[in-house]
């Protein structure tokens, strides 16, 4: 989850970004896009695994063996052991579960296909820049990866809408006091303005306004090519990895009984059961897509 920027802040940060970077060289960024293959074969395999996984565990017990890592609930062992049984799990399952979060589950992913690649001195050098202040910005992780070579690519399923979606943003998600923005809103025109003007969405420079731009209810047949893409809406409130058009998200604060603690979707987020998947109450319509390089 990105930290709370004030309005007054937030074309300072658009423009300049703070994102954590690292400096990449010649030969990390040739042997990457060498071994791209291997990366996102691997970093697929994983969430094809984790999701399995998921699935098979609930399907025994009736609750997640990925808990959210931000929920009160499950801060310590002791505590996940009391959610067990609420939920009429065994106690001694505490040990199997694992933490997830929507940034979890891609770092957890991509740093297996780095080092399937044998690049995790690369991944290292990634992981240390996201963990600082233990922030793990998902839009950090883009910069990173397009300084490496990924491409970015702006997604906005309908821009005539922005401007109803920043009112329903706001109604559905009110200031508390003392506050001036809100993270989970979108701010889909004044970004997409700023795509437009500078090709920059949050300090991510973007290299493809159109791909991923007006395409309706109907994602475009292109996308569904990436092996493996690390998404994220809201300038970087959700984080959503996938491969050849399918999402899989993880969730961090929801209870340990709920299935969609993890959801499959395809990436349609106007379209009926399309994802990123919405709340009652945080709805991603517009953000930030990043594919990996094609191999050489």
Not at 90 to 117: H, M, N, R, Y
Not at 155 to 166: E, G, T, V
Request: hydrophobic share 35%; net charge positive; with cysteine.
């Amino acid at each position: 989850m990105k930290a709370l920027v004030g309005f007054a802040l937030v074309g300072l940060i658009a423009s300049t970004g703070f994102a954590q970077t690292v400096t990449f060289s010649e030969d990390e960024i040739r042997t990457h896009r060498e071994k791209i293959d291997v990366v996102t074969s691997t970093a697929s395999a994983c969430l094809q695994a984790t999701w399995d996984d998921h699935v098979e565990f609930f399907g025994q017990w009736k609750v997640s063996k990925y808990y959210g890592n931000r929920k009160p609930e499950h801060r310590t062992e002791e505590l996940r052991r009391e959610q067990l049984v609420k939920f009429g799990a065994p106690a001694s399952l505490v040990k199997e579960l694992e933490p997830i979060s929507c940034i979890g589950l891609t770092v957890k992913c991509l740093g297996d296909g780095f080092a399937a690649a044998g690049q995790s001195q690369t991944w290292a050098k990634i992981h240390a820049k996201l963990a600082v202040n233990n922030n793990f910005y998902g839009t950090d992780l883009q910069t990173m990866l397009r300084d490496l070579g990924w491409t970015s690519m702006y997604w906005n399923p309908d821009p005539s809408q922005n401007a109803k979606w920043d009112e329903e943003d706001k109604r559905l998600n009110p200031l508390k006091p003392g506050k001036v923005w809100n993270p989970v809103w979108g701010g889909h025109a004044y970004r997409m303005a700023l795509v437009k003007r500078k090709s920059d969405y949050y300090g991510i420079r973007i290299d493809d306004q159109m791909t991923l731009v007006d395409f309706k209810k109907t994602m475009p047949q292109a996308f569904k090519q990436h092996p493996f893409f690390v998404g994220t809406a809201h300038a970087g409130y959700h984080v959503f990895p996938g491969r050849h058009g399918e999402i899989i998200e993880a969730h961090s604060m929801r209870a340990l009984n709920a299935f969609d603690n993890l959801e499959v979707s395809n990436f349609n987020p106007l379209a009926t059961g399309g994802g990123p998947k919405w709340t009652s109450s945080e709805k991603y319509r517009s953000g930030v897509i990043v594919v990996p390089p094609t191999a050489q």
